[in-house]
Nanobody
Framework: QVQLVESGGGLVQAGGSLRLSCAASGRTFSSYAMGWFRQAPGKEREFVAAISVTGARTYYADSVQGRFTISRGNAKNTVYLQMNSLKPEDTAVYYC??????????????????WGQGTQVTVSS
């Protein structure tokens, strides 16, 4: 069992930065691949970024490539999402999630077993 708690969301102007954190409970955190997703009002939850168990591989949605960076600190049971050059269209609730690396593609929500409660990110123009 893994419990995930996101933090770091807030209100920021366009062009600004935020760093999201996702703290995981449980001693098996280091055996899970992790992902970040987001959901804007009236839209489906969409993939943002993912990172492998070791952190050696990272993946990004085209819309955030070059602006967002995912990382993990297994010693701290935490995964991060550094978001730079934020745009109003980045406004959404951001969720972190954990999956077994063999359970399916990092891109799909169905591959993830555990989810956090989400943190709101609002980017003003």
């Amino acid at each position: 069992q893994v419990q995930l708690v996101e933090s770091g969301g807030g209100l920021v102007q366009a062009g600004g930065s935020l760093r999201l954190s996702c703290a995981a409970s449980g001693r098996t955190f280091s055996s899970y691949a992790m992902g970040w997703f987001r959901q804007a009002p009236g839209k489906e939850r969409e993939f943002v970024a993912a990172i492998s168990v070791t952190g050696a591989r990272t993946y990004y949605a085209d819309s955030v490539q070059g602006r967002f960076t995912i990382s993990r600190g297994n010693a701290k049971n935490t995964v991060y999402l550094q978001m730079n050059s934020l745009k109003p269209e980045d406004t959404a609730v951001y969720y972190c999630a954990a999956r077994n690396e063999l359970s399916g593609s990092y891109y799909f929500t169905s591959a993830y077993t555990y989810w956090g409660q989400g943190t709101q990110v609002t980017v003003s123009s």
